[in-house]
């Protein structure tokens, strides 16, 4: 009997024997419409002891990624900020002192106020970096404090693809993956950054799906691919115009509705005519042949999607037009809003799109833009700021630095990253020139290094949190463990600062979860029902919204039509087609530049450990992949006398670092990849702060010249 | 021996996301660096494009198991029922002869000096659990079960890719 | 079945006879009382890493539970393999079918003189010189240990965690002379000098007498120091004493073929006093190891017991805990030739350990290792398996990469794409 209840205690067998009890609630690592994956949290003794994917949870299954494995390093890591914390040295210094809640909360609105009185409330910026849970909260707050200045990680990921979706469709959606005969991925790897695609994606190729691959790399997808694209990064643009020159040529395209649902379809035609697949092939690198295989198999099938992801189409100097021409496939073959196609679903919560409505927009908007004054980046970045509801965040350190056009003195960021920024140095730099900065959480990063004030905040372990996911589920979680020492969530945060700095926002003074059911108001849910139900709760009788919108009242377009030819962009003077521009600096755009600079650097290619700047502290993720590394092709490394595991410099005009080389051929050859989240290196010097696409304010994080040479000791 | 446990794994689907290898380090609570008792490796073929076989092993369980075999005071040790190979740490002297005889590097040391090794989460599966590992897999490529069920589970599926494929011609 | 011996090959002989369903008799015949005895666990023993209950894995109902017939403490006197019968030292004579030679070896006694009949001589490798070892190791604060073999080096070291003095002798030229790299060598030599033990190598004791307290030793140059005692870890010898050696072909040891039976039918051998087949070279080599005794048991059994069965034949191999490292040889470290090639890479203090790798053309016959040992499993059945390897072809292979570079990143576990 001892020996048993023993072994029940050494398998961390939950039941009354052990006194392990399982908690439910989610990941928070990565957050999105494919990721937030379902765990059961193992608790004794109000402490985590092992975590494990739900396998009721429909998002994921019972699977969960290395990441979401080593939760416990995350919560329990040695460098967990317990209190709030005032900087008593110079920015930059690890020379802070604890103060209490209360004293921090004063401290800030005192001085927030101040500079509301001063200069205006446009002057704080708030913002949140990856987090996205708690931006519609962030959001209000900011605006019911009276600031339009919303400035999140979203500046430099996914919303680029919904202006390239605004211009041309007015909206967008994902691939309705089960009635599509064919799959076109345009660099996604789902197997590292999505894990509970993986199988389904899987099950529906071994259930007859066709998939094609667009990526610069070989990946676990590849298996599945019936052909796999091996583009040059940058040039995604004309390989989208390559296939739709073959799907026009070869009459594949949807004539019906590209003559009754498009607008600008002969200046379209006649501009993809140049992009013959050998002119094609010239500029991508992709074999001609493949790119008709691509072209007809996609047009051919009986329904066909998009796969894209947040940003390796748009992290390119010509980033929006690139993906423009990417989508623009979909409504060319017919296959817009229409079953196996791309379906749109309208935004429920936090983009995750269901057939369930809610009052999110209302909630984080209760006040127009018009009635506020002009946001961070609106003269520079036009397009992007009439199209997206947050300020572009790369023009921030630029309009810190300048004071133009008005100041900016604080900021109140809901953990940021530095290095997020293209020539981060600057963004560092500005950084310092601030009134005030206050940084929200869990670590003392390098970035909360420079601000005046850190508060703690808490994982999804620690805290309530309303998700949406695909398929009508919804899950308002509770804690599985009270907060570690005095952080606390970031709704709790956000609710504590609204008291003292948006006083008259009435709604927000009643509260987290009051908010919460005011907007769920619609939906027919309440946050006491959801708490009844700790794994989800699916909402089988939502109603999905039916296809093919636009045939009742058109696209929401200026045309009310799908537009080859944007009106926003001629409206602002720039070329409305998704024409094809090389890279900034590219081997074509920069042959000189490319003499010294010979390879195209991509920053970003996703690793299965990491996410972000997220996971290093966890050990068991360290471990796996220890030092930085750039992978880079074995013709260009034995050329350059590189063995796999040497010391390497990489170097592009700006900057330079150390890494080492990871000799592998699945990578394209002239290419070299790095990722991008490491803090021991400075990734982000190597770009120019404004090495940016111009339409979105995107930095071009791959597609860049570099060149490698190997360290001689 | 009633039903032999066995892993089953399909190389064709491993991705290579080591989930599985954080998740055995999350049940068995190793402080100890890159200690694992699953390990995945990469094997790489080829020219660009070149293919990728990840390969995620753990103890395989053999049926005739060399470090049951090798081991000097008996430690090592089958549970009747299901075939699982096992250690009784109690007797284990820290010889790592079983080291050496295990072509597949399951078992591994801990800081006492004595083998730790896969014991397929026997515990969990006495309770209706799936092994740490295979609980986690994110594409399925790893999964679990009675040897002669997976057998017939192998045998059904290459059947039918041969009707399939006689089909098609 | 008359099986002459009680040691893992005959255990498992025994085992796997019963096993296949062979109902006969079986007789066992052996020299010691009581249950099967490992010799390999006679340091452990000594380093308190077991109880002694535990020297003896098999325990006392084996014998009971698979229905075998003790003749204990019966030393066989003669072998009439003509006739086949045997001869017992008490003057019994017991005929046999077929029977099983696993009579296992004994410490060799060097020439040295004065050691044969000396007091202070302590041979390890039965359980009653276990036992007289461990007496003597009680009191002792000095102690010559002769011969650095695979048992010095381990009585060297557990003498030196209960705080005596070590010398530990070879004539050879290295420590580990059978199966150890000179560079592999030389580094456990530093080590064990390190932890304060003298190693004489290229040095033979050269007498031995009684000494005031203990014992005298005489070294060449005329050197004489006493001590407690002198363990005996000069090689072991197969025990063949009760066999003409006219009848049976004899090499070093009993030479057997794939069935483990020797040159006369229905007499076979397995275990420290046979001599089958070593992988590497396609020769009988005498590779006296416990997991081989046991492996050719289990082979002799089951061709005894009717079902006919091969020995798939094994290759020198070697891994034992040295203090807070872990020393690996295998194969063949010190093959010469014009297409030997030897990769030399890291220091056992640094992670991945120490590898000394021995390639004949692209075929990798020798590992000699120090710490890292993570993959040394893999690396013997490659060894084994004579696998060549090409590194343009294996790239990114974990083993291939630890085995060429033994470097920072530890390969067992890697993302498809770092």
């Known amino acids: 009997m001892a020996l048993n209840k023993t072994l ?43 975590v494990e994917g739900m396998p009721e949870f429909p998002q994921n299954q019972g699977t969960l990624c290395a990441k979401g494995n080593a939760s416990r390093q995350y919560i329990y890591n040695k460098e967990r900020i317990l209190a709030p914390l005032r900087r008593v040295g110079k920015r930059g210094s690890s020379d802070f002192e604890e103060i209490g809640w209360d004293e921090a909360y004063d401290t800030i609105a005192e001085k927030l106020l101040q500079i509301k009185a001063e200069t205006g409330p446009e002057s704080v910026v708030f913002g949140a970096g990856f987090t996205k849970w708690l931006r519609p909260f962030a959001q209000r707050l900011g605006i019911s404090f009276g600031s339009p200045n919303f400035a999140t990680e979203s500046s430099t990921c996914f919303f680029a693809t919904e202006v390239a979706a605004k211009l041309t469709y007015g909206y967008w959606g994902g691939p309705d993956l089960s009635n599509s005969g064919c799959l076109l991925v345009w660099s996604k790897n789902v197997f590292f950054s999505a894990t509970p695609l993986a199988k389904k994606l899987i099950s529906a190729w071994k259930n007859g799906l066709k998939i094609i691959e667009v990526s610069p790399m070989a990946t676990h997808l590849t298996r599945y691919a019936d052909v796999r694209l091996g583009l040059r990064p940058g040039t995604d643009g004309a390989l989208a115009l390559g296939m739709a020159h073959i799907i026009i040529k070869e009459g594949l395209h949807d004539a019906k509705f590209v003559a009754e649902w498009t607008t600008g379809f002969d200046e379209y035609t006649a501009y993809v005519e140049k992009f013959t697949p050998e002119k094609t092939a010239a500029i991508t690198g992709v074999p001609a042949s493949f790119i008709k295989r691509a072209a007809r198999l996609y047009a051919g099938a009986n329904a066909s999607s998009i796969m894209t992801s947040a940003s390796p189409t748009v992290h390119h100097t010509n980033g929006v037009q690139n993906h423009r021409a990417i989508i623009a496939l979909c409504g060319l073959t017919g296959n817009f809003d229409r079953p196996g196609g791309n379906y749109v679903v309208p935004e429920t919560w936090n983009h995750v799109g269901t057939g369930v409505t809610t009052r999110h927009h209302e909630f984080t908007f209760p006040r127009s833009f018009d009635e506020m004054p002009p946001r961070v980046g609106a003269d520079q970045f036009p397009i992007w700021t009439s199209l997206i509801n947050e300020s572009q965040s790369m023009y921030l350190p630029q309009q810190i630095l300048s004071q133009k ?29 601030l009134d005030i900065f206050v940084d929200i959480d869990l670590f003392m990063t390098d970035t909360a290094r420079q601000a005046d004030i850190v508060l703690p905040a808490c994982s999804s372990f620690e805290r309530s949190q309303l998700h949406f996911y695909p398929g009508n589920h919804v899950i308002y979680t509770q804690p599985a463990i009270d907060p570690l020492g005095e952080s606390k969530p970031d709704s709790e945060i956000i609710f504590d600062l609204a008291k003292r700095i948006a006083p008259d926002d009435d709604l927000m003074q009643h509260g987290y979860e009051a908010c919460l059911d005011w907007v769920l108001k619609p939906a027919g849910l309440t946050v006491e029902q959801l708490k009844r139900h700790p794994s989800g709760l699916t909402i089988s009788n939502a109603s999905m919204p039916p296809y093919r919108k636009y045939e009742e009242g058109g696209f929401p377009t200026p045309t009310g039509k799908m537009e080859f030819v944007s009106s926003l962009l001629r409206q602002a003077g720039i070329q409305p087609l998704p024409v094809y521009n090389e890279p900034a600096l590219s081997p074509h755009s920069e042959p000189v530049l490319a003499e010294q600079f010979p390879l195209v650097l991509g920053t970003g290619t996703r690793l299965p450990m990491y996410m972000h700047s997220r996971t290093f502290r966890n050990k068991w993720n360290r471990d796996l992949h220890p030092h930085p590394t750039i992978t880079i092709g074995s013709r260009d490394a034995a050329s350059r006398g590189i063995s796999d595991l040497d010391d390497v410099i990489l170097a592009t005009p700006r900057s330079s670092m150390q890494v080492k080389a990871r000799v592998t051929d699945t990578i394209c050859p002239g290419v070299v990849n790095i990722y991008h989240g490491w803090s021991e290196i400075e990734v982000n010097h190597l770009f120019e702060p404004d090495y940016l696409d111009p339409i979105s304010g995107f930095p071009g994080f791959k597609s860049l010249l570099c060149e490698v040479k190997k360290v001689l000791h | 021996m009633d039903k032999k446990l066995a892993f089953w794994f399909d190389i064709a689907d491993c991705s290579g996301c080591l989930a599985c290898v954080v998740a055995c380090q999350d049940q068995n609570d190793f402080k100890a660096p890159d200690m694992a008792l699953r390990q995945v490796s990469s094997l790489e073929k080829g020219e660009y494009p070149a293919t990728i076989a990840n390969i995620s092993l753990a103890c395989m369980h053999c049926g005739d198991a060399p470090c049951l075999m090798v081991c000097p005071t008996g430690a090592i040790f089958r549970h009747n029922a299901t075939g699982v190979v096992d250690v ?82 | 079945m008359l099986i002459i011996g009680n040691g893992g090959a005959a255990i498992h002989a025994v085992t796997a006879a019963r096993g296949s369903g062979f109902e006969g008799e079986i007789h066992m015949v052996s020299d010691t009382a009581g249950p099967a005895f490992n010799p390999m666990l006679a340091p452990y023993f000594l380093k308190g890493a077991l109880s002694w209950k535990h020297c003896f894995p098999f325990g006392r109902d084996f014998y009971q539970n698979h229905d075998v017939t003790c003749h ?71 102690v010559i240990v002769l011969g650095a073999s695979l048992v010095g080096v381990k009585v060297a070291e557990i003498l030196n965690k209960r705080k005596a003095d070590v010398v530990l002798l070879d004539v050879a030229a290295q420590m580990l002379p059978r199966g150890a790299h000179p560079l592999a060598a030389a580094k456990l030599r530093s080590y064990f000098e390190k932890h304060g033990i003298e190693v004489r190598i ?45 009848e049976l072909q004899i090499d070093q040891a009993i030479l057997v073929d794939d069935h483990m039976q020797t040159s006369v039918n229905d007499l076979y051998a397995a275990g420290d006093v046979c001599q089958a087949m070593n992988r590497l070279t396609d020769k009988h080599e005498w590779l006296g190891t416990w997991g081989n005794a046991c492996y050719q048991g289990r082979v002799a059994g089951l061709n005894m017991a009717g079902e006919m069965t091969s020995y798939e034949g094994a290759i020198p191999q070697h891994i034992s805990p040295f203090f807070d490292w872990i020393y690996a040889q295998i194969g063949d470290v010190n093959r010469q030739g014009r297409n030997i090639s030897t990769v030399i890479s890291g220091e056992p203090e640094k992670a991945g350990g120490y590898r000394v790798l021995v390639y004949d053309k692209d075929v990798l016959v020798g590992a000699n290792c120090i710490n890292g040992l993570e993959n040394i499993g893999a690396i013997k059945k490659a060894i084994t398996m004579q696998t060549s390897w090409d590194p343009i072809e294996m790239k990114s292979n974990c083993i291939a990469d630890g085995l060429l570079r033994g470097s920072v990143f530890r390969h067992h576990n890697s993302s498809n794409h770092m």
């Open chain 3, 202 to 246: 290229g040095c033979g004791l050269e007498g031995m007498d009684q000494g005031s307290e203990g014992v005298c030793c005489f070294f060449p140059d005329q050197i004489m120091e006493e001590a407690d005692f002198v363990a005996v870890c000069a090689g072991i010898q197969p025990n063949l004493q009760f066999i003409d050696p006219a």
């Open chain 3, 72 to 142: 204990f403490g019966s030393p066989v006197e003669h072998l009439d393999a003509p006739n086949k019968s045997v001869l017992l030292h008490n003057k019994n004579r017991i005929s046999f079918d077929k029977c099983l030679i696993a009579t296992g070896a004994s410490a060799i006694l060097p020439p040295v003189p004065g050691l044969r009949d000396s007091p202070y001589a302590f041979p390890l490798r039965t359980a009653d010189s276990t036992i007289r070892i461990q007496k003597a190791m009680e009191s002792a604060k000095k």
């Open chain 1, 405 to 433: 056009p008005y100041p900016i003195r604080g900021l109140v960021a809901f953990g940021y990253n530095h290095r997020m920024w293209p020539g981060s140095d600057v963004f560092l730099k500005a950084l310092g020139k």
């Open chain 2, 88 to 169: 009784n740490r109690d007797i284990c002297i820290g010889c790592h002869s079983c080291e050496m005889a295990c072509p597949f590097g399951a078992p591994k040391f801990a800081q006492d000096g004595k083998m730790i090794k896969c014991d397929l989460c026997i515990t969990r599966i006495e309770n209706g659990m799936k092994p740490a590992c295979v609980h986690t897999c994110t594409t399925g490529a790893l999964r679990f079960g009675y040897i002669d069920d997976l057998a017939a589970e192998k045998t059904r599926s290459a059947s039918i890719k041969i009707l399939e494929s006689s089909k098609e011609k």
């Open chain 1, 8 to 50: 029940l205690k050494i398998n961390k067998i939950p039941g009354d024997e052990t006194g392990i009890e399982i908690k439910k609630t989610i990941c928070g690592i990565c957050e999105g419409s494919t990721t937030s994956c379902g765990v059961n949290a193992y608790i004794k003794d109000g402490r985590v002891i092992k």
